[in-house]
């Protein structure tokens, strides 16, 4: 009898008469954590590669570096709000290593002189040199800074500094035309710019 009925109630499901049960909802698996030692060895191990075009974030691995040693066993432990203050730190840190640091890859990149005519490219090593010590002060205002957010300012000036390199380079060869046709006593043809043995810009 019980057999019949479940033919029934499945012919039933079959037309559309009766509902299908509700899937059974399951909790969806929370992301990993980072703990503190983790995020320290992150952060080590992304910056290592970017310090010998960014000078200036060898303070930010010794910074790390602190963090990573063995307590002193003579000291106290940390107090909880110690290791919050601490954890909020790293956090921080760890954060704008993660939003700033492939900028300042791609910046140390973008200064290499033969990427542009020879006549601007200390120019343009100059500017890319500054736009990346606004994100790396970022990182390093993080990694300092017992609260969260000191670093925005340093990040919004380098951001629209950014924004705008492509206009600062775009300039460079525009003022780099005009002073070849003002310099030249005939019509300059449409062409590579002075010194430019044929090189095509930035972006080869």
């Known amino acids: 009898m019980a057999l019949t009925g479940d033919i029934v109630t499945a012919i039933l499901g079959a037309l559309g008469a009766v509902e299908e049960p509700a899937p059974v909802l399951r909790a ?119 609260v969260r957010g000191p670093a925005g300012v340093h990040l919004v000036a380098a951001d629209r500094a950014m924004a705008a390199f492509p206009v600062f380079v775009r300039d460079r060869y525009l003022d780099d035309l005009r002073g070849c046709r003002a310099a030249s006593p005939t019509p300059r043809p449409p062409g590579p710019a002075c010194g430019s043995s044929g090189r095509s810009w930035a972006g080869r």
């Open 28 to 146: 969806e698996q929370p992301p990993p954590v980072l703990d503190v030692p983790a995020m320290l060895d992150l952060m080590d191990l992304w910056l290592e590669p970017l310090v010998l075009g960014a000078p200036e974030l060898a303070a930010a691995r010794s910074i790390i570096a602190a963090a990573r040693a063995d307590p002193d066993p003579a000291s106290a432990p940390p107090t909880m709000i110690e290791y919050a203050v601490e954890e909020s730190r790293v956090t921080a840190g760890f954060a704008m290593v993660v939003t700033a640091g492939p900028v300042v890859a791609k910046l140390i990149d973008l200064a290499r002189p033969e990427r542009y005519l020879p006549s601007f490219a200390d120019v343009i090593a100059v500017e890319t040199a500054r736009i990346r010590r606004l994100y790396s002060a970022a990182i390093l205002t993080e990694l300092r800074s017992p």
